[in-house]
Each structure stands twice: as structure tokens, then as C-alpha cells.
């Protein structure tokens, strides 16, 4: 059986670890357990160890999944999938964090369609940082203009900037990634006070986004096992 206590506590420990290296502190680093695809019950449990931000991709699985949920205080969930725009709806009105988008229709409809009486959205910005043509993402030409957009949204809070590397083993090309979301994030939080949040690093790459100021973290397998 799957033990999700001791595999937080060994994720943990690298978050720790890849901090001592990188000369931060640990608690500038967050954790988002990303639970697509596994039931509420291996979140419950994550939940009991201690963690309380939750990342989904798929709309409907988190929709389910929130309602199922809502008796847990100040758990705190992230959509991270790519949006539709005949999705924004839900997606607006159901969690606290969105890390994907990537261009001003969504984040109009996001803004209109949150419910002026809870707090604003956060929100981060993804960026096609490989360039990739298949990738989701702003490009860094266009991340300028849906910046200011967002900043001026009255129902999202700009918070920050997300990405995803090319898929590769080639740690050179995973580092000059990051390095260059580094430089694209100090820039953003020159701008913008509200920005606090480079949302990069996964589980095969933890250390090196670390290493290149990353603040949160999104790790699914090494938690809740194989998807
Ligand atoms: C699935 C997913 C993750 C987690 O991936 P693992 O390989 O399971 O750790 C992180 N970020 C995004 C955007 C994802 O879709």
C-alpha cells in the first residue's frame, strides 16, 4: 500500500535539501501536490500529513473532488491544466489558484465570471518557455501585454509566473529554462507588487528550479504514486 505521509516526508526532505544548496530558506519554497487522477481519499490522507495545496488539471475530476472535500479548513486548490474557454466558468468559480494562463480572452472570462464577494483569483501566468509550437503558454513576446491585462483585472490577483520545460534529460536545457523564467519573473515583480510566485520544478527537476528561485513546486507521482 501506498504510504502518502512518508512520501511528503521524503519530498520534503529534497525541498529541504535542494534549499541548503541553493543557500534559501525552506519555507520560500512551497509544495502543491498535484492529485489528478487520484481518489479524495489519498488527498484526505495527504491532508493529514500536513498538506493543504492541491493541484488538478482536468475541470470536472475537480470539481468533483472539491465538493467532496470542502469540509477541510483552509485546504487550498490550484487548477493547473490548460484552459477552455467553455470551462472558465467553473474553473472561476470553484478554486483559488489558477496556474495556466496564457492569454487575455481567458483571463477576461476568469475575471468576469468570479464571484465578486470571494477573494480575487490568483493567478500565474504560463509561459511556453521551450517554445515548443504543441505547448500551452504565452510567449515571452506576449507575456508583457497579458500581464498589465491581468494586473488590471478587478476579480484576479497577479501573482506570478508558471512553466513547464521541454521534456528531456538534458540538464543544461532544463537550467537555461529556469534561468530564463528567473530573469522573466524579477522583471514581473519589479512591475507588479503583488507577485510572489514562480511556479516551476517538478519531480525529476525539484533541485535545479530551486536552484533558479523557484517558490513553488508541483509534484504528483512521488506522492501519490504512478498515474
Ligand atoms: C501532472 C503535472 C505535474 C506533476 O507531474 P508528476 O510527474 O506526476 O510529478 C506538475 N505540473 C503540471 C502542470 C502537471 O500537469
Known amino acids: 500500500m501506498i504510504n502518502i505521509a512518508q512520501n511528503l516526508a521524503s519530498i520534503n526532505a529534497l525541498i529541504d535539501a535542494a534549499c541548503k544548496h541553493a543557500k534559501r530558506q525552506p ?3 512551497n509544495l502543491l501536490a498535484v492529485s489528478k487522477t487520484k481518489p ?8 493529514e500529513a500536513g498538506q493543504r495545496h ?3 488539471n482536468y475541470i470536472q475530476e475537480a470539481v468533483d473532488k472539491i465538493q ?5 479548513d483552509d485546504i487550498c486548490w490550484h487548477f493547473i491544466g490548460p484552459i477552455q474557454s467553455n470551462k472558465s466558468r467553473q474553473i ?10 496564457d492569454r487575455v480572452k481567458i483571463a477576461k472570462r476568469l475575471s468576469d465570471q468570479r464571484d465578486i464577494n470571494i477573494t480575487p483569483l490568483n493567478v500565474c ?3 511556453n518557455i521551450s517554445g515548443e509550437t504543441a505547448k500551452s503558454g504565452a510567449t515571452i513576446e506576449q507575456l508583457p501585454e497579458l500581464a498589465e491585462f491581468v494586473n488590471n483585472c478587478p476579480n484576479l490577483c497577479l501573482r506570478g509566473l508558471m512553466a513547464i520545460p521541454a521534456n528531456t534529460k538534458d ?10 523564467m528567473q530573469t522573466l519573473f524579477i522583471g514581473l515583480q519589479d512591475q507588479y507588487p503583488t507577485v510572489d510566485t514562480l511556479s516551476m520544478g517538478m519531480s525529476g527537476d525539484l533541485d535545479i528550479a530551486i536552484d ?7 509534484i504528483g507521482t512521488a506522492i501519490f504514486g504512478k498515474r
Open 212 to 218: 533558479c528561485g523557484s517558490t513553488m513546486v508541483r
Open 68 to 72: 467532496q472535500l470542502s469540509h477541510l
Open 125 to 127: 501566468l504560463q509561459v
Open 54 to 56: 492541491f493541484g488538478e
Open 40 to 47: 479524495a481519499d489519498l488527498i484526505v490522507q495527504a491532508y
Open 92 to 101: 472561476a468559480s470553484i478554486v483559488d489558484w489558477v496556474h495556466s494562463v
Open 27 to 29: 519555507k520560500t519554497v
Open 171 to 180: 540538464e543544461h536545457i532544463t537550467k537555461n529554462s529556469f534561468n530564463q
